[in-house]
């Protein structure tokens, strides 16, 4: 008798993706395309139908950035708040998606956006994704200076999630810039304090330190490559993984 195969597990149990706000606008990496936000609603998709527990937190940067608009003008604070609701936006777009492909979704907020959006509560996040709900996370931390960076690596130690999935345009990280440098060496696994000491551009200085401080192990990798979502979350050598 032939042995039946057995399927193979995730590697993990719940994930945060983190997503920039450039991949939500497609090629042009700005503004929102429709066509780019269901193709990654459907790599969502995908994982969650392997029972993983799946957060996600977007940046805004497609519509707003508030670091930017401060270089041109605009109160540093102002614009931030500014670029959070840029992610409310995005966050409620891909929600849609998501929705729109039958996966149960809950978009929470770190700033009151009650009329579109629930505030964000731990334990309420956390239960929602016990019941099979994508679980996104808008709003930054709801408070200026701070990244969307560091909100993925905050809401990533709250909910107790066993990995942070960079989602970008790069296929993981160089020692120089792979756009500018055609000899630039890619790193399939890279410990924190290295990355830190080489200045590599894994994450914003205050996201990677949190990270850091709680082991919290980072995967980036492009999102754009088909099925890549789901070949990391079961455990495929993907991208590159920042661990201690």
């Known amino acids: 008798m032939k042995k039946k195969k057995v399927a193979k597990k995730p590697a993990y149990r719940r994930v945060l993706i983190k997503m920039s706000g450039e991949v939500m606008g497609g090629e042009q990496g700005y503004g929102i395309c429709p ?7 459907d790599q969502i998709v995908a994982v969650h139908k392997l029972g993983v527990d799946v957060a996600v937190v977007i940046g805004g940067g497609n519509i707003f950035r508030g670091l930017q608009g401060s270089q041109k003008g605009i109160e540093r604070a102002t614009g931030d708040y500014m670029g959070m609701l840029a992610t409310v936006i995005n966050s409620l777009a891909m929600q849609d998606a998501l929705e729109k492909k039958g996966v149960d979704t809950r978009v929470q907020t770190a700033i009151s956006t009650e009329a579109v959006a629930e505030p964000f509560i731990r334990r309420k996040a956390m239960r929602h994704m016990e019941l099979g709900r994508v679980v996104i996370f808008g709003g930054g931390t709801g408070n200026p200076f701070f ?25 993981g990280i160089y020692n120089k810039d792979p756009m500018k440098y055609a000899r630039a060496v890619k790193y399939d696994r890279i410990q924190y304090q290295e990355a830190l000491a080489k200045r590599l551009k894994v994450m914003d200085s ?9 082991e919290m192990p980072i995967i980036v990798f492009d999102i754009f490559k088909p099925n890549n979502l789901k070949k990391v979350v079961m455990g495929q050598k993907v991208g590159t993984l920042v661990c201690s």
């Open 206 to 214: 205050t996201a990677f330190s949190l990270c850091l401080d709680n």
């Open 147 to 171: 990244s969307t960076d560091t909100a993925a690596a905050l809401r990533a130690n709250e909910i107790g999630a066993e990995v942070i999935l960079k989602a970008t345009k790069v296929d």
């Open 35 to 41: 066509e780019a936000v269901h193709g990654l609603a």
